[in-house]
């Protein structure tokens, strides 16, 4: 996990660029919304105070770029999919239920940033956004799941542990350790497992007649 949260360089704005192409194609669902566009800032844009190297600005073409709204990505959309996938790779699971995992999750992260993006978004577009921004749904889930800070790190602990469950078959162990030490021993040679220990390949072939 720390290699993925480590500040390497210009990693912020690489992922700020990704950011603004992503958050673009969101909001254009708005009705609207034709006048916004998020953007990476210039090299004039990065002398302002609220910019950095994981910033995006948020322009309207009714008004000046001075006037642009900064948003930092590394919190908001960064960090929960870094911390989701450390997790997932961690996982001492077979390859292709890891890339189940990896799947499923990365989907609920990126419709978890597309919510966080699309909420404040039609909320600044007034009485002219869509209702639905400002009823009681949108106003619980944006509390409880996208504006803590602390919950960049639970919603991607929690998206980890509800795949890792809907992939588990049933009789398949759910202790981690279990499941790990199962798959290496399936791999470990036979001469290593000892007298009388077969692995799950070789309890499976038929001994072969001659």
Known sequence: MV????????????????????????VGVLPGSNDLRFVTPTAADRLRTDVGEWTVLLLSNRT????????????????????????????????RRRVKIVVGGAGLMLARLACAIVLPVARSMGASGPG???GPVAETFWFAFIAPPAMSYVTAALAWWLLLALTTRPGQPTDLKKVGDREASAKRPAWRRGPGKKSAADRGRRPHRG
Not at 5 to 26: C, K, M, Q, T
Not at 64 to 90: N, Q, S
């Open 3 to 26: 290699l993925f949260l480590a500040p390497w360089p210009r990693w912020g704005r690489a992922f700020s660029a990704a950011f603004a192409g992503y958050a673009n194609v969101v």
């Open 132 to 134: 639905w921004a400002f």
């Open 64 to 95: 000046d770029r001075a006037d642009a709204v900064a948003l930092d990505t590394r919190i908001l959309g960064y960090t929960p999919l870094a911390v989701f996938f450390a997790l997932a790779i961690a996982t001492p699971v077979p390859r």
